[in-house]
């Protein structure tokens, strides 16, 4: 992103209020533009990394290979979308792939669900990845929030 992207514009806005005693407060807080360089600091880009990695690992020998295929192209899709919104260079475009990222998390739940049912995976598998992608999914939102 352009180096004077930041994507916690509201804590900047709160910290000027505070300056401008605009908000009634007996500390004074100061905060700390982060500002994001690359897509790979995106806590969101590593979960999603982390959560096809494991599917693609868990799938491996499976033999249903449309389902295999499809599941491991679903998740894939959360990491690629990401950071292929962060490197168009605009809120716009970067909120709309961020969408799509998670819509990508809604289709691996989905046949996350039906795998688990198939017996493809187990329960304790099924969860731990369900989380994972939830996690995901509620971080793009935020991202998304504050664009």
Sequence with gaps: MPSDFSLFSS????????????????KFIKFKVMKIEKFEDLIAWQKAKELSLI???L??????????????????SISNNIAEGFERKSNKELKQ???IAKGSCGEVRSMLSIAK???????KDYDKLKDLSLEISRLLSGFIKKL
């Design 97 to 99: 792939f961020f969408y």
């Design 11 to 26: 804590f900047s806005a709160l910290a000027e209020s505070l300056e401008n005693n605009e908000v009634e407060s007996k």
């Design 117 to 123: 049912d198939l017996d493809y995976i187990t329960g």
């Design 59 to 76: 799938f491996k020998d499976n033999r249903d290979f449309s389902f295999r295929d499809q599941i491991q192209r679903a998740a894939i």
């Design 55 to 57: 599917i693609y690992r």
